[in-house]
């Protein structure tokens, strides 16, 4: 079963920034895509940022382009979400997950962390 922790969110004044980590305990971590989602009270959960096994591979949301960097350090089974610029409707809890390839729905995945809660203040 999968292990998910993540870490490093907060409360952020708009334009601010704020980097989230998530260890991943999984067998053979560089084998993985790793994923960032966000989900707000009422709402669907959505797909943020993915990078794949194979770097320079990334993918982001629309919303997020040129604002959030997605990173993983291999060493240390964890990925990491850069936030830059933020803006009061990336308030949302987040959270990341694994697969063996970029896989963008949330609905793919069994297993979910607790999540780290981000918010931005106008």
């Known amino acids: 079963q999968v292990q998910l922790v993540e870490s490093g969110g907060g409360l952020v004044q708009a334009g601010g920034s704020l980097r989230l980590s998530c260890a991943a305990s999984v067998r053979t971590f560089s084998r993985y895509a790793l994923h960032w989602f966000r989900q707000a009270p009422g709402k669907e959960r959505e797909f943020v940022a993915a990078i794949g096994w194979t770097d320079p591979i990334s993918v982001y949301t629309n919303s997020v382009k040129g604002r959030f960097t997605i990173s993983r350090d291999t060493a240390k089974n964890t990925v990491y979400l850069q936030m830059n610029s933020l803006k009061p409707e990336d308030t949302d809890v987040y959270y990341c997950?694994?697969?063996?390839?970029?896989?963008?729905?949330?609905?793919?995945?069994?297993?979910w962390g607790q999540g780290t809660q981000v918010t931005v203040s106008s």
């Open positions: 997950n694994v697969a063996l390839k970029v896989t963008l729905s949330p609905n793919e995945y069994d297993y």
